[in-house]
């Protein structure tokens, strides 16, 4: 395959290499005033949007504009011909206009924002209309810029070093983009990230990056698994024991890992649970009720491990109690079903008070004061200190739910891959065929729906006490449906996918009271938006991508090129394993 | 093998084993429709059975009677001796494998992801092995892999393995569908219009692939509408009209039986009269020359 193609780009090369047109030198005008302007004061104002008003001190505003000017004289270098090979892979031209049409934007607003709130665009100094020059300038230059053809990414092969730190700057990036993100106070400032954020994105993806790391990361599947976590586990260390983010963090992963367990009975086995919250609710029951907690009924305290291990086992009896009667009928029940069972649950928490049963849960009340975790010497209430970094309790709990993330995205690869995996897709696929070809699909499906809840009934042990108090109003429908929202915006049966949209989802109210207030309204509207133009999620799976889209051949021709060509060189890590 | 494809309907007397599949007094009815009535048949090791009829005389019907997609309103279907329960998963477990008349594949998985789910019923990894990935789980995995990419190798789908099912010509599909089937161990295997829609060549090596399956010693049951493929290739013809059986016997036997003729003509398309007169007069002729002409006797359905 690589034999095959290395014409591809000689040839193109050959061919192209533009001399740098009036264009391009208007366009590279336009970056270098765009990043010279972040240098300037923009507004005389120092409260207004973190500070813009110092010279030659970019604030973390005006750092962004410097990321897109620079980011757009290195696609212009591209478009010279002077990196041949990347040439062929990236498309600037169409990179270009979605940087400009970003740069412009951004300018726009930031001015804006200025004119409302300064008040008055008298009080905009001259940086800001450098900067707004600057994208009227790449605007225009790059508007008329025409495509090269490009060649198939998967045809081209880099050094595998290459490719690898591709993927490790990828990781930096968004590390660092993360901490930013959450580092943002002010919700105008968090607004214009996301525009410079959708922007960056879109105009990457336009220029086919995406693409070509789609393809890297399939290659180095290993190392980007092992990039992830590394970012993930090194994020609290850029906190500087702030627990403000943290408790944020924490609050997204304890979701995301939630959502994970379901995107096993969702995403691979195909089976719309309702009612998934109950399943963490019965896990943070049974874990609060055997605390030290003063209003804990159950005489017994175990060691936490075992807490762990019961309430999962808890949860996942529910699930076959559930479960056994109606897999068996087809989809639709299933889902009336753990509907009404996520309402039994809440109702059945609120009522264990003592009047109407038995003592445990005490009603509406809830469990409170369930004390930190105390796993060995390990206190998880205290602050440690690590390489000069403290790190408080939500950091303690974030490493905590990372192992089980961890776990349960082990887990579900794992299963996806594996026999079980391969009985799941064919159930999706054709239920009645699977059942013709010997495939138990009643146990498949009984054994995801449980083991599923088995998976959020051990995170629901962790969440009572990273929570305090355990109460049933934290485990009502709504949960669920932002769950099963998350899984769907993210993409079903996709890790990535489903992290991304836990991510979504729950920092985007935390740090945008709009979004808070509205959450519905919007969440409604977003996923409304997805299923008509993006059914599959934003980073779906293949084998998704494809059932959403029966009917376009090209995609499967691609995923099936992808594939083939990771099929004929088996990554080293994998053959070992 | 190219010996048997060459004289197809001049086999030697062949000798059949022990029956394999003894249906006896199969009736499918639905609502007030019988779809299959009182069908008797009896399949032996080695033996290629050929099912014939008109559309809509309950061949399909039977089919799933057998395969416990369908509880036959009466009789009883022994497999190997024993009465088998009407679940599709515990009859592809004592060894009976299908295909179907409308293809249906896991158009979304690989070639040979698709036959390694035929593999499913023998093998045994459970969750906890799956997770664990223990030395027994690679073995079993790595063994489904070989045995699927034999059979893919086997139908002669060998190097489309790792091609998105969907993505297949319609006449591989088929042959997929087969290799699925074969995945899962059978004695005897049910093939629902395995030509369906293929080209004469195809139809050749369709012919040629079931001989192949047949000296594996599996049985083989066939539905099919083109006459000429059947009669060369069958051992024995059972005809259903109506869902009645009408004859069964050798195939020169049936072939003669001026009823079977007449339940083909008793269709109301008009050149399916000249087919069957032109496709019988063929093989009654020049049974081995290959023809020209496609015999087939219905118009080819989506
Ligand atoms: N599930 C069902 N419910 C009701 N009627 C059915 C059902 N399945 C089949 N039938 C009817 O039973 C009769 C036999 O159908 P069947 O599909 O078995 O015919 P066939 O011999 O396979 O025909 P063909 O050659 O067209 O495939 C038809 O009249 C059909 O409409
Ligand atoms: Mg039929």
């Given at each position: 395959?690589?034999?095959?193609?290395?014409?591809?780009?000689?040839?193109?090369?050959?061919?192209?290499?533009?001399?740098?047109?009036?264009?391009?030198?208007?366009?590279?005008?336009?970056?270098?005033?765009?990043?010279?302007?972040?240098?300037?004061?923009?507004?005389?104002?120092?409260?207004?949007?973190?500070?813009?008003?110092?010279?030659?001190?970019?604030?973390?505003?005006?750092?962004?504009?410097?990321?897109?000017?620079?980011?757009?004289?290195?696609?212009?270098?591209?478009?010279?011909?002077?990196?041949?090979?990347?040439?062929?892979?990236?498309?600037?031209?169409?990179?270009?206009?979605?940087?400009?049409?970003?740069?412009?934007?951004?300018?726009?607003?930031?001015?804006?924002?200025?004119?409302?709130?300064?008040?008055?665009?008298?009080?905009?100094?001259?940086?800001?209309?450098?900067?707004?020059?600057?994208?009227?300038?790449?605007?225009?230059?790059?508007?008329?810029?025409?495509?090269?053809?490009?060649?198939?990414?998967?045809?081209?092969?880099?050094?595998?070093?290459?490719?690898?730190?591709?993927?490790?700057?990828?990781?930096?990036?968004?590390?660092?983009?993360?901490?930013?993100?959450?580092?943002?106070?002010?919700?105008?400032?968090?607004?214009?990230?996301?525009?410079?954020?959708?922007?960056?994105?879109?105009?990457?993806?336009?220029?086919?990056?995406?693409?070509?790391?789609?393809?890297?990361?399939?290659?180095?599947?290993?190392?980007?698994?092992?990039?992830?976590?590394?970012?993930?586990?090194?994020?609290?260390?850029?906190?500087?024991?702030?627990?403000?983010?943290?408790?944020?963090?924490?609050?997204?992963?304890?979701?995301?890992?939630?959502?994970?367990?379901?995107?096993?009975?969702?995403?691979?086995?195909?089976?719309?649970?309702?009612?998934?919250?109950?399943?963490?609710?019965?896990?943070?029951?049974?874990?609060?009720?055997?605390?030290?907690?003063?209003?804990?009924?159950?005489?017994?305290?175990?060691?936490?491990?075992?807490?762990?291990?019961?309430?999962?086992?808890?949860?996942?009896?529910?699930?076959?109690?559930?479960?056994?009667?109606?897999?068996?009928?087809?989809?639709?029940?299933?889902?009336?079903?753990?509907?009404?069972?996520?309402?039994?649950?809440?109702?059945?928490?609120?009522?264990?008070?003592?009047?109407?049963?038995?003592?445990?849960?005490?009603?509406?009340?809830?469990?409170?004061?369930?004390?930190?975790?105390?796993?060995?010497?390990?206190?998880?209430?205290?602050?440690?200190?690590?390489?000069?970094?403290?790190?408080?309790?939500?950091?303690?709990?974030?490493?905590?739910?990372?192992?089980?993330?961890?776990?349960?995205?082990?887990?579900?690869?794992?299963?996806?891959?594996?026999?079980?995996?391969?009985?799941?897709?064919?159930?999706?696929?054709?239920?009645?065929?699977?059942?013709?070809?010997?495939?138990?699909?009643?146990?498949?499906?009984?054994?995801?729906?449980?083991?599923?809840?088995?998976?959020?009934?051990?995170?629901?042990?962790?969440?009572?006490?990273?929570?305090?108090?355990?109460?049933?109003?934290?485990?009502?429908?709504?949960?669920?449906?932002?769950?099963?929202?998350?899984?769907?915006?993210?993409?079903?049966?996709?890790?990535?996918?489903?992290?991304?949209?836990?991510?979504?989802?729950?920092?985007?109210?935390?740090?945008?009271?709009?979004?808070?207030?509205?959450?519905?309204?919007?969440?409604?509207?977003?996923?409304?938006?997805?299923?008509?133009?993006?059914?599959?999620?934003?980073?779906?799976?293949?084998?998704?991508?494809?059932?959403?889209?029966?009917?376009?051949?090209?995609?499967?021709?691609?995923?099936?090129?992808?594939?083939?060509?990771?099929?004929?060189?088996?990554?080293?890590?994998?053959?070992?394993? | 093998?190219?010996?048997?494809?060459?004289?197809?309907t001049?086999?030697?007397?062949?000798?059949?084993?022990?029956?394999?599949?003894?249906?006896?007094?199969?009736?499918?009815?639905?609502?007030?429709?019988?779809?299959?009535?009182?069908?008797?048949?009896?399949?032996?090791?080695?033996?290629?059975?050929g099912?014939i009829?008109?559309?809509?005389?309950?061949?399909?019907?039977?089919?799933?009677?057998?395969?416990?997609?369908?509880?036959?309103?009466?009789?009883?279907?022994?497999?190997?001796?024993?009465?088998?329960?009407?679940?599709?998963?515990?009859?592809?477990?004592?060894?009976?494998?299908?295909?179907?008349?409308?293809?249906?594949?896991?158009?979304?998985?690989?070639?040979?992801?698709?036959?390694?789910?035929?593999?499913?019923?023998?093998?045994?990894?459970?969750?906890?092995?799956?997770?664990?990935?223990?030395?027994?789980?690679?073995?079993?995995?790595?063994?489904?892999?070989?045995?699927?990419?034999?059979?893919?190798?086997?139908?002669?789908?060998?190097?489309?393995?790792?091609?998105?099912?969907?993505?297949?010509?319609?006449?591989?599909?088929?042959?997929?569908?087969?290799?699925?089937?074969?995945?899962?161990?059978?004695?005897?295997?049910?093939?629902?219009?395995?030509?369906?829609?293929?080209?004469?060549?195809?139809?050749?090596?369709?012919?040629?692939?079931?001989?192949?399956?047949?000296?594996?010693?599996?049985?083989?049951?066939?539905?099919?509408?083109?006459m000429r493929?059947i009669f060369s290739?069958c051992?024995?013809v059972?005809c259903?009209?109506?869902?009645?059986?009408?004859i069964?016997g050798s195939p020169q036997e049936v072939q003669s039986d001026h009823?079977v003729i007449?339940?083909?003509?008793?269709?109301?398309?008009?050149?399916?009269?000249?087919?069957v007169?032109?496709a019988h007069a063929?093989d009654e002729?020049?049974p081995?020359?290959?023809?020209?002409?496609?015999?087939?006797?219905?118009?080819?359905?989506?």
């Amino acid at each position: 395959m690589t034999t095959s193609s290395s014409p591809a780009p000689r040839t193109k090369t050959a061919v192209g290499n533009p001399r740098p047109s009036p264009q391009w030198w208007l366009t590279l005008a336009g970056a270098v005033l765009l990043v010279a302007s972040a240098f300037l004061s923009w507004c005389y104002v120092p409260a207004l949007l973190g500070d813009l008003s110092i010279d030659a001190y970019p604030g973390g505003l005006q750092m962004l504009m410097v990321i897109v000017g620079v980011i757009a004289i290195f696609f212009l270098v591209l478009r010279s011909g002077r990196m041949p090979s990347m040439d062929t892979l990236l498309d600037s031209a169409r990179a270009l206009k979605a940087l400009s049409a970003t740069a412009a934007g951004f300018m726009v607003l930031v001015a804006l924002v200025i004119a409302l709130q300064a008040p008055g665009l008298a009080n905009a100094n001259p940086g800001l209309f450098v900067g707004i020059v600057g994208a009227a300038l790449m605007v225009a230059g790059s508007w008329q810029m025409a495509s090269d053809p490009l060649v198939d990414p998967i045809t081209v092969r880099l050094p595998s070093w290459v490719e690898i730190l591709v993927i490790v700057v990828m990781m930096t990036i968004v590390l660092f983009g993360a901490a930013f993100a959450l580092g943002q106070e002010d919700g105008t400032v968090f607004c214009l990230f996301l525009v410079f954020l959708g922007g960056v994105v879109t105009a990457l993806a336009r220029g086919g990056l995406f693409s070509w790391i789609s393809v890297i990361a399939a290659r180095h599947r290993q190392v980007l698994m092992m990039g992830a976590l590394a970012v993930a586990f090194l994020f609290p260390f850029t906190q500087n024991g702030s627990d403000a983010n943290m408790s944020i963090a924490t609050q997204v992963l304890i979701f995301a890992t939630t959502a994970l367990g379901l995107n096993i009975v969702v995403g691979l086995a195909g089976l719309l649970d309702l009612g998934y919250i109950a399943f963490l609710g019965a896990g943070a029951y049974v874990s609060a009720m055997m605390s030290h907690s003063a209003f804990a009924h159950i005489g017994w305290k175990p060691p936490f491990i075992v807490v762990v291990v019961i309430g999962a086992i808890v949860s996942s009896i529910l699930g076959l109690i559930i479960g056994s009667p109606t897999l068996r009928v087809s989809g639709d029940y299933l889902a009336i079903v753990t509907l009404a069972f996520g309402e039994i649950f809440r109702l059945t928490v609120n009522n264990l008070d003592g009047n109407n049963g038995p003592r445990l849960t005490n009603g509406p009340n809830g469990i409170p004061g369930i004390p930190d975790l105390e796993i060995g010497s390990f206190n998880f209430g205290d602050t440690h200190t690590i390489l000069g970094i403290p790190l408080g309790r939500f950091a303690n709990y974030y490493f905590l739910m990372l192992v089980v993330a961890a776990f349960i995205i082990m887990v579900f690869t794992r299963l996806n891959s594996s026999r079980i995996g391969r009985g799941w897709v064919a159930i999706r696929e054709d239920e009645k065929a699977a059942e013709a070809m010997g495939v138990n699909t009643f146990g498949l499906k009984l054994f995801a729906f449980a083991g599923g809840a088995f998976l959020a009934g051990m995170a629901g042990t962790i969440k009572a006490h990273q929570d305090v108090s355990v109460t049933p109003d934290q485990y009502i429908f709504l949960e669920s449906a932002f769950l099963l929202a998350a899984i769907v915006l993210g993409g079903m049966g996709s890790v990535a996918g489903v992290l991304v949209g836990a991510t979504v989802l729950k920092l985007l109210p935390e740090k945008l009271r709009f979004v808070a207030d509205y959450r519905l309204l919007i969440f409604g509207l977003l996923l409304v938006v997805m299923m008509r133009f993006r059914p599959e999620g934003l980073v779906p799976s293949q084998r998704r991508a494809l059932e959403f889209h029966a009917d376009d051949e090209d995609l499967a021709d691609r995923i099936e090129e992808v594939h083939l060509e990771i099929a004929a060189e088996p990554d080293p890590a994998e053959a070992k394993a | 093998m190219s010996t048997q494809t060459l004289q197809p309907t001049a086999p030697a007397p062949r000798t059949f084993g022990a029956p394999v599949l003894e249906a006896s007094g199969v009736v499918m009815r639905f609502g007030g429709l019988t779809a299959v009535n009182d069908v008797n048949l009896t399949v032996r090791e080695g033996e290629i059975m050929g099912l014939i009829g008109p559309n809509g005389a309950g061949k399909t019907t039977f089919f799933n009677c057998l395969t416990g997609m369908y509880k036959p309103t009466e009789g009883e279907v022994k497999f190997l001796g024993t009465v088998l329960p009407p679940k599709p998963r515990s009859v592809v477990k004592a060894g009976m494998a299908r295909t179907f008349q409308n293809i249906r594949l896991f158009g979304n998985m690989t070639a040979l992801e698709n036959v390694m789910v035929g593999r499913y019923c023998r093998t045994n990894a459970m969750a906890l092995t799956s997770i664990i990935r223990g030395p027994k789980y690679r073995r079993e995995e790595a063994e489904s892999r070989r045995i699927a990419q034999e059979w893919l190798d086997f139908v002669g789908l060998g190097h489309t393995s790792e091609h998105l099912a969907r993505n297949l010509p319609y006449g591989d599909q088929r042959r997929l569908e087969i290799a699925r089937a074969l995945a899962t161990d059978p004695r005897l295997i049910l093939l629902d219009e395995p030509t369906a829609g293929m080209n004469p060549k195809e139809t050749e090596q369709a012919k040629d692939l079931i001989f192949r399956i047949r000296d594996k010693g599996l049985a083989v049951v066939v539905i099919e509408h083109d006459m000429r493929f059947i009669f060369s290739l069958c051992d024995r013809v059972h005809c259903l009209v109506r869902g009645e059986t009408l004859i069964e016997g050798s195939p020169q036997e049936v072939q003669s039986d001026h009823r079977v003729i007449e339940a083909y003509i008793g269709q109301p398309d008009e050149d399916e009269e000249e087919m069957v007169a032109e496709a019988h007069a063929q093989d009654e002729a020049a049974p081995s020359t290959p023809a020209a002409t496609d015999g087939r006797m219905k118009e080819d359905r989506a």
